[in-house]
């Protein structure tokens, strides 16, 4: 049987797998790597995806020194050995990431050796025609317990109706046109408090469905690297495992 090829030279492969679950956990959220526009996935079960917005900047704002530091390539360059520093944040104290589209939740990857352990919540906003407000319904999903941040986990609200892109005027350290969540504690996080990665989640649940193959064909096709940021998936029943390949072209 003809396979689709890609019509590109390949410079570099990168392969991964990761256990299905039929409801949303942070291990079904995938990172592209960056420098990697193309993907071969594959699973012996039915399964489904949704490939969702890219996060363009990370930025923390420091109340106290009145500074931002800009904290994109640690959050998605899937490497342990970098993070997004949150120690000792405060309540005054915002993270902002910056997305192509609405979502309705973030993934977020702790540093293992820096959760934070103190009794503290996140206020979690968007942006909407020039403003912030609070996200309906949020669950916390790396709170335990009653302290935020304090292991992996998604953090999900109701998807975003009405949100729109960061207005010229409301520029956050020179930023706009972007969509906007940002968030503080409602109190200030343990002294060593650290984000390895962030994966965004699809502000919708309309699936793309794959059927369950045996010949290792799967589904393979190029992305938009300037829009999509992270691999959505699910299985529609039990737990089989998907396999994952990154593919980085030449040039």
Known sequence: MARATFSTPVEDAYGQSVTLATTLAITGLINVRQGYRGLHMWCDADWKYLLTPKIHYVLFYNATAETFTNYTAQALDNDASTDVVLDGMIATDYLYILTTAPISGLGIDMDASAVNAVTAALDMEYYKTAGWTNVSNDVDGTDSPGATLSKDGTYVWDALTDATPIAKDDAVNGIFGFYGIRFTPNATLSA?????????????????????????????????????GTIQVLAVSATPVLAINHIKYKG
């Open 192 to 228: 060593s408090t650290r984000i390895n990665g962030l994966m965004t989640i699809h502000n919708g649940t309309s699936y793309a469905l794959v059927p369950a193959n045996d010949d290792n064909d799967g589904e393979r096709f190029n992305y938009d690297d300037d829009k999509v």
